[in-house]
């Protein structure tokens, strides 16, 4: 498939390397694991990546069976990408790899994407905590939205809007990148005017707790 080199290794490990072990791929299954994207989304969120090369990846993993091009057809003419059931399947893997790979040197340069903050979310969620954050909350980031249901001990991800959401919160990437990076706190940005919290009060602690879990240093 493409030109694709195998490890020629019947072992299921060797087998899963075959299909998302090239460089960038398993970074595409990471950001379409909220929803579909376009090309061009898949792009602005990859950084360093070239058009040619993601080209490659979506073409590779498209033919495995991983992810599924969906056409909008006219007027748009928008290509979709978005993971298979079979594509999902990987998003417990990937929680896990994040969580192994987060106690590793963090690097001098780059910085988080709106995907990965929110994904970090759900790989720091723990379900014997689910009752403190039943709701739903959403993130409307820049021009992008995403939801999170806290329900039945696991938290849902996604790219869309809630018609009546327990509470909402607005800002933008580099604000969100510095209240994660503890840079600022979420009371100053608000205070401020670079970010937005709406919902009873009791709902926008929950949310921020939520946001906020994932970056808070443990204690002993």
């Not at 969580?99 to 720091?124: F, M, N, T, V, Y």
């Not at 009060?201 to 879990?213: C, G, H, K, M, S």
Request: with cysteine; hydrophobic share 40%.
């Amino acid at each position: 498939m493409s030109g694709m080199r195998s490890y020629g290794d019947p072992c299921g490990v060797a087998r899963g390397l075959d299909i998302i072990g090239e460089r960038w791929a398993l970074l595409v299954v990471r950001d379409l694991l909220l929803g579909p994207r376009r090309f061009n989304d898949l792009l602005g969120g990859l950084p360093g990546v070239s058009p040619n090369v993601l080209s490659q990846r979506l073409r590779q993993l498209t033919e495995h069976g991983v992810v599924h091009r969906r056409d909008l057809g006219p007027p748009t003419r928008v290509h979709l990408y978005e993971l298979t059931e079979w594509g999902r399947a990987l998003e417990p893997i990937l929680l896990q790899f994040g969580r192994w790979g987060s106690r590793s040197p963090q690097p001098h340069e780059g910085a988080l994407g709106i995907d990965s903050l929110l994904l970090s979310i759900k790989a720091a969620f723990d379900p014997a905590r689910a009752s403190e954050f039943t709701g739903s909350y959403a993130f409307h980031i820049d021009a992008d939205t995403y939801l999170a249901d806290v329900a039945d001990g696991a938290v849902q991800l996604r790219r869309g809007a809630a018609s009546e959401p327990d509470a909402t919160l607005s800002t933008d990437i580099d604000t969100l990148r510095a209240i994660c990076g503890q840079q600022i706190t979420m009371a100053a940005a608000e205070e401020s005017g670079a970010l937005r919290l709406s919902g009873d009060e009791d709902a926008r602690r929950r949310l921020t707790v939520l946001l906020l879990t994932p970056f808070t240093p443990a204690t002993a």
